[in-house]
């Protein structure tokens, strides 16, 4: 047992202290005002104080802290996208992800177990072999399979899916990790709040003021707030945002479900994906199935559950998995994504001057969540963004230069 | 599973339909800017609220309009495109 | 020692049936009826599980699925729950989630060293130095989960069915039946539920030791057995609610989708355990456990027992135990005003004696922890939460009741988003605002008083009687009074600890404490943080006493901490229940069976299975597709096109609508001409093509791809609903097969089955004649996707057959021979005609395919024309063209999707390529950069192995033809 945890045992209080202070009220202004206290707003505050000295910032969550999509997310972390600029992004926010428990010095059960992306088709084994050499071309550890190796890594699964969908080959991610969520969350806040950023829970903003084309302040369920700079991280509540500055994006509301199994040893290691199947699926450090399935068809600002969704999800496992037929589902849940047409984020700066959003991230956000928080710091501090997410801009539609990525996103969180 | 009133066939499972989008109101193509353009048919309304949508029953191949809440998911009212006299009220 | 009693009056097991099983390999014996705990705890057997994290010896908690401390495998299931899965002869049973059996778990050791397993510690260590990350998470991973998947266990799908009904009870104890009973005599359809195997909720073990209980269930069980309007279903759970009334009723036989137009939830509630230390010891079990052990399956709980309340519910349970024949040692009232509970003064007169204000401080364990020895207990200050340890004394007992209060069964409740409010006189969450059509009645709804709950159920009944539009009489229920049936507070400090909390997830008071102090002090934070409810069992025994406990950290009342989200299912629920039968739906062609005599190797299209390639003996897939090819450009081939998609639009704005719809130009289009037809998106993104046909002067005749024809046509028919022009749309896929016969001998072979003109001069390319072949009325097309010389002929699908073999028939002198999609796709290659999807992405304009010559921009309007004005103005990024790779090419082919590289950078890709037998080269389809497109233009392509592979910009069609190329 590692030394660390005998200070537990030896000491007759708690040795441990509160992750971030227990912020009530806030000031009257601050430099920087982050709406959205999940991983991406808690880690663009992180980075901000660290990386830019900006340290004036306040966290607004409207609930608590990884509530939102952080919480909800199947915590898949890859970056096997489709188009350089995506591949480039997200093995960004790999390589931050891989250096990250020891950054924040809170253990972040990252756990690098490979990712398979299974094709049953022969126009998705295309699609495997264009991912797969652009991620070569970038860099980044991918590549086809066949159905031998895809066994190897997991002789569980029916390579024929009982018979309905043969599993012609696979596009495998070697970097492909899962990590634990909320410590993700909490990581990043306890980093923000270490270099003196104040998060706000139960905090809700009602408004943004907007004076001549330019942010002024944010109105809040506790008050007027004051600020130059507004950073909108907020996933499913996006649209709502934009609405208090008047700003129409493309972005709709989808719900996207997911649910567990019981607690069972473990026996899945790798994380398995199938698009035709439409599931996703990986083993948690506790034992539970984790699996998940394509967006809810329709737009709805919920997270409630359907029954669809487990019915349709689960006879797809049972497909893969024959063997898991009483195997129970403990718990289904959902959260908002928000869509954009070319499954890209929309991440920069805005027409507002001083208005800056980092979203659309549908279901593909928890990957991304250090990276996003680094380059959104970076716009915030320089009014500028990094070229790193210039395809990612929301003048892109008007351009029409749309950022493909839905050949790597749909089904493939 | 919801249910859905298509104005045709009646109250039918939601496994039904099909979503069409939202409904928008075109610029005209011939005075509107491009930035216009490109707005009308990449942007969104997606705020929560009441909204008009397409619908389609696929069985049938009906394609008809719902005004529905989309934070609440219930529906106002559907009606064939064009036809709004002829309305179902949703059924409880 | 058998703790198996005599026969009690309406108890659940059969004594005339005796069953042999074995648990951790010795045998027991049983009754039909029992569940594998009352069968053990009958022959004396109290360690029946470990728990998931301490390892610690745990028996029977709450006997009523409310916990997973009995979680067991028969070597064939995973995680059979032991408190309600009925023990079968033969069984072989061992406790999931030990190391060396129940008894002798090796990982027991991890109970002694919990000092260093703090809240959350997995989150504090391990992760330093980064390295050796993977050897501690091995070692954790090792210890996670309960039982062992069973790779044989045999694909099992459960039936489902659909039900209807006016109005759902969930829940068959006194409540819900007298509200089934209520709205049943209106005329309404009643559907009862109940997870019990049999109903009757708390009459069938909680009786206080008179038969007065067992009377009431009688008498209400036959008035429902006589009303034809109820349909009572017991072992029957409802796992969820979801929009307008859809719950999906659990039984072991299957899922039933029950569709209820009114819904009365009368669910009960669930008893919630005291919280002091050792309270998870074999042999200390809810009140109501060890009742139902008694009136259910005939077993005593224990021989000495105490029971340790905080209600009044504890004194019947007394009274029960002693009817069992239990020595009672005492009765421990938490509350210092306790022996004025109404039954105290009968228990005192039957010799027990009760402690008022005192609290059980400790369980004391017998050796290993495997069973209870004694209870510590001492005066209790409630005010101040404090045990005053000073006089404290042991008593000898071999087992504890404990009664603190409920929980309300308001899962449902809660998922159909009733809004909840905390009722003080009953120190629980009632519902406050319930939706439309949900009622509430019984327990769950606050109301604990036997009388009452039969009037609330009355009163709930009456409600969803006039919710669907009937009259009903007024029904008053008198609201709770008096003590309240749960304490506020039912938690007693020890410094030591090991005060259990959630059982599933051994979280002890202090775990909450600490996580407070760490600032996890939100409810969703600490339930995250702690683990707390997210066991398999998911808080329905943890839930309320962490609210409180929170609650008290924070000098809150309960109400403003709330409530974690209630989410399915109520219980958990088994993936071959859930999934029910795949439905993979696929359509044949009326010619599969043809194809599949002449050994077609199929492919799915979309939703369609077509023929892929003829494979024969001795020849590899791709010789075979040569062939098949070659036949084509020397003689003939005949493929089977019926998959394609088939729209008629008729009327007289049928050449307007296309005008519209498509990018070209079909106003002009004269009958008998066709056209190829693109069609873009409001975006300006090309979506697929196809080919329109006129054949009157208000007919056109449309076919397209196959996997995208039924969302065209659903466009097609969105887009006339906005443009109301005068049309009809027919689609006509499954109504017509299509055949074509491509290649120089196609002419001839079809001449001689119809009267047609074939001449080129009669029926050039790109156009339609409707004539008779093989006597079949038809349409015929001359088409050039695969070959100038192709007859695509439509006939109605049920004469595909007929036309087929006369068509093979007078193609025998020419050689003419199947040929399949693979062929097809290099045929088309050949002739450079590139494919929507295959050669294009979800983001492709037209012009990126050179496709200008399709699109007629000065029409008045068509879909995604304003669009292209946009785009048309941008610089081109990329442009498809057409290359050969050098003569007699050897090195690593190339493979679609791999990329052009230009000057180091991704400059495209591939995304046809193929060799062809008849141009002798590999011949494809790529991306380049615009300035590249010219034929003659040398570009690189990386192959999987990194070579480059140096390519030539070709003119297409890639071989002569008549029109030269």
New interface residues.
Partial sequence: MPLRLLKFALTKGHPAPRFFRACETPKKSYDVVIIGGGGHGLAAAYYLAKDHGITNVAVLERGYIGGGNTGRNTTIVRSNYLTPEGVNFYDASVKIYEGLSEELDLNLFYSTRGHFTLAHTESAMRTMRWRAEVNKHVGVDSRVVGPDEIAKACPQLDMSCSGKAPILGALYHSPGSVARHDGVAWGYARGADRHGVEIFQNTEVLGIDVQGGKVAGVKTNKGYIATTKVLSAVAGFTPRVTEMVGLETPIVIHPLQACVSEPVKPWLDTILVSGSLHVYLSQSSRGELVMGSSLDPYEVHSTRSSLDFVEGLTSHMLDMFPFLSNIKIVRQWGGMADMTPDFAPIMGKTPIEGFYLDAGWGTWGFKATPISGKTMAETIANDRAPDLIHSFRLSRFEDYELTGEKGAASVGH | ???LTCPVNGTRP??EF?????WRDAPD?NT?T??Q???Y????????GD?K??W?HSPS?T??IAERN??T?KVARTY???KQSVVQEES? | MSMRMPKQTGEWVNRTKAIKFTFEGEEYSAFEGDTISSALWAAGQQVLGRSFKYHRPRGVLSFANHDVNVMLTDGQDTNMRGDVVEVQDGMQLQVVNTDGGVKKDRNSYIDSISPILPVGFYYKAFHTPRRLFPFWENIIRKAAGLGITNFNYPRILKRKRNDYCDVLVIGAGPSGLTAALVAAQAGLEVIVVDENRRAGGSLTYDRAGTEEARTQLEELLVKVANDGNISLRTGAYAAGYYADHLIPIVEAGGITKIRARSVIVASGAFEQPPVFRYNDLPGVMLGSAAQRMIYRYGVKPFNNGLVFTANDYGYRVALDLLDAGVKLVAVVDLRAEGKGAPLAAELAHRGVKIYAGYCVYEALATPKKFGVRGAVICSYDEKENVALTDNAITIECDGIAMCAGWAPAAALLYQAGTGMRYESAVQQFVPEKLPVGMFAAGKVNGIFDFEQRMFDGARAGADAIKYLGLEAPQVSVTQHSGVSPSHAYPVVPHPKGKNFVDFDEDIQVKDFVNAAQEGFDNIELMKRFTTVGMGPSQGKHSNMNAIRILARIRGLPVEKIGTTTSRPFFHPTPIGHLGGRGFHPHRFTALHGWHEDAGAVFVDVGAWTRAAYYSKPGLSKQDAVQEEAMAVRRNAGIIDSSSFGKIEVHGADAALFLERFFAGGFVSQQVGESRYALMIDDTGVLVDDGIASRLAPDLFYLSVGTSNAAAIYREMQRSQQQWQLDIALVNVTGAYGTINVAGPAAREIVSGLTSLDLSESAFPLGSIREAEVAGVPARVLRVGFVSEQTYEIHIPAASSQHVWNALLTAGKPHQLRPYGTEAQRLLRLEMGNHMPGVDTDGLTNPYEVGAEWAIKMDKPFFTGQRSLVIVAKRPLKKRLVAFMLGEGFKGEMPQECNLVIDSGEIGGRVTSISYSKSIGRVIGLAYVNPLKKSPGSEFQIRTDNGSLVSAVVTKTPFFKTQKGG
């Fill in positions: 599973m919801k249910l939601l496994s099909i979503f069409g989008g939202e193509q509107c491009d930035a353009w490109a707005a048919v990449h942007n969104r309304h997606g705020a929560p909204k949508e397409w389609y191949g394609w008809f989309t934070l998911d064939l495109c064009g409880k």
